[in-house]
């Protein structure tokens, strides 16, 4: 496995770990939030897990609305898989579970990382369905 790969990899798990503190808790710093979207690539896409097509634009005010909206929540990563990698991209998959004081959900995801111009990966492309 690349370094790349295995960046990548890290970043997934590190992202979900700002995500979970951001709807987790209704307190979250603003500095988590910062965090989470400076790992976004400019032309940044995502399709939705209702097919909705999202920019990286859209992405500041959906999370700004989601701070604290589900307490304790916390996320579980698995089946993690390199499906592609090059020098500069890398194709994971994932399962993505949710858990929360109200409910749960499940979603498998597939995740583009590309290179920035410093050579770090940035999500570039986020297809999430239903699972």
Same mark, same amino acid.
């Given at each position: 496995? +690349?370094?790349?790969?295995?960046?990548?990899? !890290? %970043? *997934?798990? $590190? =992202?979900?770990?700002?995500?979970?503190?951001?709807?987790?808790?209704?307190?979250?710093?603003?500095?988590?939030?910062?965090?989470?979207?400076?790992?976004?690539?400019?032309?940044? +896409?995502?399709?939705?897990?209702?097919?909705? !097509? %999202? *920019?990286? $634009? =859209?992405?500041?005010?959906?999370?700004?609305?989601?701070?604290?909206?589900?307490?304790?929540?916390?996320?579980?990563?698995?089946?993690?898989?390199?499906?592609?990698?090059?020098?500069?991209?890398?194709?994971?998959?994932?399962?993505?579970?949710?858990?929360?004081?109200?409910?749960?959900?499940?979603?498998?995801?597939?995740?583009?990382?590309?290179?920035?111009?410093?050579?770090?990966?940035?999500?570039?492309?986020?297809?999430?369905?239903?699972?």
């Amino acid at each position: 496995m +690349t370094d790349f790969s295995s960046t990548s990899l !890290r %970043l *997934t798990l $590190d =992202a979900h770990a700002l995500i979970e503190q951001w709807i987790g808790q209704p307190d979250a710093p603003d500095g988590v939030l910062a965090e989470l979207l400076s790992g976004f690539a400019p032309g940044f +896409t995502m399709i939705t897990t209702d097919g909705q !097509r %999202l *920019t990286g $634009d =859209a992405l500041p005010a959906l999370f700004a609305g989601l701070r604290g909206a589900r307490p304790g929540l916390k996320i579980d990563i698995d089946e993690m898989a390199v499906r592609h990698a090059d020098a500069a991209s890398v194709l994971l998959s994932y399962r993505e579970r949710h858990v929360w004081h109200d409910g749960a959900t499940q979603r498998r995801a597939t995740v583009l990382f590309t290179a920035a111009a410093d050579g770090r990966p940035l999500w570039a492309h986020l297809h999430e369905t239903w699972a």
